[in-house]
């Protein structure tokens, strides 16, 4: 069964920082890849995704993504962190039937 | 385009009464739509997924009479909490797919904060 691991449930970087939210994925198919935010009380909003083609995907807001298959990587980064980027991120992985299965969270915070 | 609307955003019922959840696919026609529920700093755990006029199939340990899933159009299914509880106060969010080769992902509903008092 597919699953994503996602190491650290809390990272805190300064403002005008480098960020890197770290994922993992076990999935026995080429898997599709999400990373999501949430914030506070709001549903959940897809930054980037990662079907077939170029393994470097951009998102918005200036994410991206390297999906890296021979780490069963997929982390985000983001070059210099902003203090609207505080918000829960989460990485994802499809599944059968089109199931999306989640990993359990990172809570980015920006320090000023 | 792909926006989801869930109506209500935020209810507050008395224990033992239902409480009833609407999630809409504003601009496409979703075949499928899933319905999660998300505890306090913790992630979404799907409950269940629906298919329009067919029975929603329930995931393991998600009591299927206590949260009955209405999918009777292609752009609006229905989460029903009967005989409410505290324990069932949480975040629900309800996700569309649009049928065909993108059906993989998945469009989110903005979430239904729910209290059970």
């Known amino acids: 069964a597919q699953s994503v691991t996602q190491l650290g449930s809390h990272v805190s970087v300064s403002e005008g920082a480098l960020v890197l939210l770290r994922c993992n994925y076990s999935?026995?198919?080429?898997?599709?890849l999400f990373w999501y935010v949430q914030y506070p009380n709001q549903g959940l909003q897809l930054l980037l995704k990662?079907?077939?083609?170029?393994?470097l995907v951009k998102g918005i807001n200036g994410f991206e993504a390297e999906f890296k298959k021979s780490e069963t990587s997929f982390h985000l980064t983001k070059p210099s962190a902003h203090m609207s980027d505080a918000a829960e991120y989460f990485c994802?992985?499809?599944?059968?039937?089109?199931?999306?299965?989640f990993g359990k969270g990172t809570r980015l915070h920006i320090l000023p | 385009g792909a926006v989801v609307s869930q109506h209500p955003s935020w209810v507050i019922c008395k224990s033992g009464t239902s409480v009833k959840i609407e999630c809409r696919s504003l601009?496409?026609?979703?075949?499928?739509m899933f319905w999660y529920r998300q505890f306090p700093k913790q992630s979404l755990m799907l409950m269940a997924t629906?298919?329009?006029?067919?029975?929603?199939?329930?995931e393991q340990g998600v009591e299927k009479d206590k949260f009955l899933i209405n999918h009777a159009s292609l752009t609006l299914s229905t989460l029903t909490v009967t005989s409410a509880h505290p324990e069932d106060s949480s975040f629900y969010i309800c996700?569309?797919?649009?049928?065909?080769?993108?059906?993989?992902?998945?469009?989110f509903g903005p979430g239904t904060r729910l209290t059970v008092t």
């Open positions: 994802a992985v499809s599944d059968v039937d089109d199931k999306i299965i």
């Open positions: 629906s298919n329009e006029g067919s029975k929603a199939t329930y």
């Open positions: 996700s569309a797919s649009n049928p065909g080769p993108t059906s993989y992902e998945q469009y």
């Open positions: 990662y079907t077939t083609g170029a393994t």
């Open positions: 601009d496409f026609q979703a075949t499928t």
């Open positions: 999935s026995s198919v080429p898997p599709y």
